[in-house]
């Protein structure tokens, strides 16, 4: 009888056999496990490379469909919309506008002018020489303030809110950058305090959220917010500060000037009982000829101010249409927006004189005869 026959076989020989084959099994999967692994990275892989050099992701609509023209469409829309924009520290406006602006311009949803689909948000277009100047004003004036007629002078008006055509007040940065150029703020901000500090960038985040956040404004509170209210560097960002801010004050306010109502104190925002007469203008305005076009746009505006405003009408230091010092505006402020070179210059080119550089801060003498084009000058 041989061993193996005579041996005996323990219970225990069942557990151990069992444990080898489990044993077994588990590295035969694992191994297959590496490899499946190893093949399916591979494969991600080889598929990653394929694609991105034979069928590469095209870029984000919103940042390669950057408007290249400031249509209605666009300007009913917000710069948030467009990261190409937004990721700019200082947006502008679609290159292919004459004259770009210094920002994106803020929807205005309670312009009846505009609303009413007979204007564009930014309506000057005839003459391409003065239209771009004539637009800074439709950022942060409402139509009516040079358009309607008003027995008042000067002006009754006020500010009102974009969001919700409700009066507001003098918009934020405005305020900010009076207090910063103040003799009473730049007392206070030569020995600051962790309050003064705290104050001075609760109103920068104010205005970056009225100017639909604004990339200049929120980096200047950031960065006011990170320095040491005592050290240098904050003093820095506050020099930075006023002379950032000028920058800004054409259609970063949230808010519009408009006609005020003195009954009312609300702002005049559009023509009252005149819906019909638009309806109309909108259905006749491209079949009617001269004549009944002409009856439908009186129609259309009732209390249309002819001659309109021109800028030195408003544009003086005192005794002006627009009382710049009611608006909130401060002293320095005014003093920039009575400033003669540049709306003496529109006004000269608006009635038809040729404009020649460099000589344009005085237009009200201009040549006696027309000199021919030489280094330095030419005709507009």
């Not at 919700?164 to 730049?186: I, K, N």
């Not at 009382?323 to 009575?338: E, K, S, T, V, W």
């Amino acid at each position: 009888m041989s061993k193996a026959a005579g041996r005996q076989f323990h219970p225990g020989d069942w557990g151990r056999a069992l444990g080898r084959l489990v044993l077994e099994l588990v590295r035969r999967g694992y191994a297959v496990g590496i490899i499946v692994l190893v093949l399916w990275l591979s494969y991600l892989a080889l598929r990653y490379l394929v694609n991105t050099l034979m069928f590469p992701n095209p870029a984000p609509a919103r940042v390669v469909g950057i408007p290249t023209r400031l249509t209605e469409a666009v300007l009913k829309t917000r710069r948030t919309q467009w990261p190409g924009v937004e990721a700019s520290q200082n947006p502008r406006s679609p290159l292919a506008h004459y004259h770009r602006l210094d920002s994106w311009i803020q929807p205005d949803q309670f312009n009846n002018c505009t609303q009413s689909g007979c204007h564009v948000p930014l309506p000057h277009a005839q003459r391409k020489e003065v239209r771009a100047f004539l637009n800074m004003h439709a950022t942060s004036l409402h139509c009516g303030v040079c358009h309607m007629q008003s027995p008042d002078r000067p002006l009754a008006t006020t500010w009102y809110d974009l969001a919700t055509g409700a009066p507001s007040a003098t918009p934020t940065v405005v305020q900010v950058y009076g207090w910063l150029v103040s003799a009473q703020g730049r007392q206070e901000l030569a020995q600051p305090t962790a309050a003064l500090q705290a104050k001075l960038v609760g109103l920068m985040r104010t205005a970056a959220r009225e100017s639909d956040n604004a990339p200049a404004f929120v980096e200047l509170a950031d960065r006011l917010a990170a320095e040491r209210y005592s050290s240098p560097a904050f003093q820095r960002w506050v020099e930075e500060a006023r002379a950032t801010l000028p920058r800004h004050f054409r259609g970063e306010y949230g808010a519009k000037l408009a006609l005020r109502d003195r009954a009312s104190n609300r702002p005049v925002l559009g023509y009252s009982g005149t819906d019909p007469a638009v309806q109309a203008y909108l259905r006749e305005a491209q079949t009617a000829d001269a004549a009944r076009k002409e009856q439908l746009l009186a129609a259309v505006h009732p209390e249309r101010r002819v001659p309109t405003l021109h800028c030195t009408d408003c544009h003086v230091i005192a005794g002006g249409l627009l009382d710049f010092a009611a608006a909130g505006y401060p002293a320095a402020r005014i003093q920039m927006l009575a400033q003669p070179p540049i709306f003496g210059m529109i006004e000269h080119i608006a009635a038809g004189q040729p404009f020649y550089l460099p000589g344009f801060i005085r237009p009200e003498t201009p040549p006696t005869t027309e000199p021919a084009p030489g280094p330095g000058k030419g005709t507009f």
